[in-house]
Nanobody, 120 residues
């Protein structure tokens, strides 16, 4: 089993910044892609940013130029630096990781989410 634990959410004013972190633990041989998704009230979950094991990144158009995803493979941690936050960024943010375990099985795992509220 693999666990993902997110941290760093909270209340921030428009234009402010937050940094989310997500650390993986458990039966891990290798972590492939890691990503952040979000779900606002009444809306479907959407991909925010993705980073491969090699460091290639992909972003939703709505966050390009404002958010930056990065990872520390030694710490099994992925980060999401969020700048110039807008009220429409308010959502529960979920970490996701594609993991190869010691039995060479590949599965997607999800964290429980961390809430980001952008409001004055």
């Amino acid at each position: 089993q693999v666990q993902l634990v997110e941290s760093g959410g909270g209340l921030v004013q428009p234009g402010g910044s937050l940094r989310l972190s997500c650390t993986a633990s458990g039966n891990i041989f290798r972590i492939n892609a890691m990503g952040w998704h979000r779900q606002a009230p009444g809306k479907e979950r959407e991909l925010v940013a993705l980073i491969t094991n090699g460091g290639s990144t992909n972003y939703a158009d709505s966050v390009k130029g404002r958010f930056t995803i990065s990872r520390d493979n030694a710490k099994r941690t992925v980060y999401l630096q969020m700048n110039s936050l807008k009220p429409e960024d308010t959502a529960a943010y979920y970490c996701n990781a594609n993991v190869l375990d010691s039995s060479y099985n590949t599965m997607d795992y999800w964290g429980k989410g961390t809430l980001v509220t952008v409001s004055s």
